[in-house]
């Protein structure tokens, strides 16, 4: 297959301690100073790498990996220290909000820079141009200074340039979190078509969801570093590791209280497959014996909705009915909830002397995904509370 980009040996690194003010009181005050202590950091290490065009590879990695640095050297806005990059094609990057747009110009007039500075001719932005319009959504303030856009306006505008002046590669950073759920989808779908075309794609975003939907391949980067580079599933199973969110009371009241909660997902950073086992566990420590002790707890979703509510009684299952450390556990068999962010709240009292201990609330965030599934729309967050089975048939 034709190769859209080569990466060699790509390593870039900064100089800590150091600042550019070259003014005389600068160099007066360093002389007071004893030591002028110089520390390099490689933000990325020896990466190459080769992407075929018509290809969409995610690019994935805990933050302070290299994926934004990687990016803004591959869109050619900062130097590599050392190796090389080949780019077969014209580039068009979206790294953050307003990336290429002049603030003072309004939408209609970056529109067409945009197309400028991609190489492309007056003619050939006029016959993109209406298309451009109505994706953005944004028609009514097409002849405001884009400065005076709020966020999402800007990244709607801007996406849709860069997805539809017909760039050969196309890269993307996490700034499409910044859009509504609706403009997600809808970015999603038109990456889908712009690699359809025979044009490249890299997609860097945090939201796995996204990822494993939206690509085949991943590059996983860890400390500057390629990882993995191959199947995004099994990219994604080497990112999810080694650490569950867990809340840990420091202090030690002189009452009844929720010393540890932890979410046990089926995966590891607390992402959590549907249809796949979901356990929490509670450290919950007395200094004195209890009647109708209760815990219990809701799972919330990213709005703040109680999606469900759990409770266990000393009745069901004793516990507080001696001093000391009782460890509870509450476990979903086939976690059902629909794919999106959730926290969870709880809730400790006695039930006969109606004391009320704690409430935590927004603790152990975690992220329910569908993994393996293949459908031509994405699961769009808030459009629903769960999943449950379903069959259809066509009768004739």
Known sequence: ??????????????????????????????????????????????ISFNVNKGEIIGIIGKNGAGKSTLLKILSQITKPSSGKIELNGRVASLLEVGTGFHPELTGRE??????????MRRAEIVTKF?????????????????????????????????????????????????????????CLGKMSEVANSGRTVLFVSHNMQAVSALTNKCIL????????????????QKYLCNSNDVYVNSKTPDHPYIKRVEIQSSESE?????????????DIETNRLLKGAAVSFQ????????????????????????????????????LRLYPGKYSLTVYFAELSSKNHFETLEN??????????????????????????DYHWSLLS
């Open 1 to 46: 297959m034709e190769t859209a980009i080569k990466v060699e040996n790509i390593s870039k690194s900064y100089t800590l301690g150091t600042t550019k003010d070259n003014t005389f009181r600068h160099h007066i005050s360093s002389l007071h100073k004893k030591t002028n202590v110089l520390n390099t950091f490689w933000a990325l290490k020896e």
């Open 110 to 119: 970056n529109i067409f820079l945009n197309g400028t500075i991609l190489g």
């Open 130 to 186: 209406d298309e451009i319009v109505a994706f953005s959504g944004v028609e009514k303030f097409l002849d405001t200074p884009v400065k005076h856009y709020s966020s999402g306006m800007y990244v709607r505008l801007a996406f849709a340039v860069a997805a539809h002046l017909e760039p050969e590669i196309l890269i993307i950073d996490e700034v499409l979190a910044v859009g509504d759920s609706e403009f997600q989808k809808k």
């Open 221 to 236: 980067l860890e400390n500057g570093m390629v990882e993995y580079y191959g199947d995004t599933n099994a990219a994604i």
């Open 270 to 282: 607390n992402i959590q497959q549907v249809n796949k086992p979901l356990t929490i566990a509670f």
């Open 299 to 334: 799972i919330v979703d990213n709005e703040g909705t109680p999606i469900t509510h759990v409770l266990n009684i000393d009745s069901e299952v004793p516990f507080c009915n001696e001093i000391g450390v009782f460890k509870l556990k509450c476990t979903f068999p086939k």
């Open 363 to 388: 603790i152990c965030p975690f992220e329910v995904i569908i993994l393996n599934e293949i459908r031509d729309y994405y699961w769009i967050p808030n459009h629903a509370r769960y999943i449950d």
